[in-house]
């Protein structure tokens, strides 16, 4: 992440697969990042674990300045169910301030 060259005069959007380094990412000034990975845990009890795993796991958390959001994903891991955890399609609708 040091090497990214980040303009603090436009609005930034990250992509990452997982929400792992929000805090690395919140020191770089990054406005929005975008993350997926955790399934919010898919099936019962891993719905529970996964809040200990991944700390922000699925929703719109604000660390800093930035703005994170965690996708629970429409797919599944492993098992071809999901228990606990819904399947989801986010539409984000980016506004000016």
Do not use: C
Request: proline share 5%; aromatic share 10%; glycine share 8%.
């Amino acid at each position: 992440m040091n090497q990214l060259d980040i303009s603090q005069h436009q609005p930034t959007i990250l992509m990452l697969h997982s929400p792992v380094g929000i805090e690395y990412i919140a020191d770089k000034k990054i406005d929005l990042m975008l993350a997926g990975h955790t399934h919010a845990g898919q099936v019962f009890p891993a719905t529970w674990i996964v809040k200990y795993v991944f700390p922000f796991n699925q929703g719109l958390y604000r660390i800093k300045d930035t703005q994170v959001f965690v996708s629970q994903g429409a797919g599944a891991f492993m098992l071809p169910i999901r228990l606990g955890a819904k399947n989801e399609i986010n539409f984000i609708q980016l506004k000016a301030e």
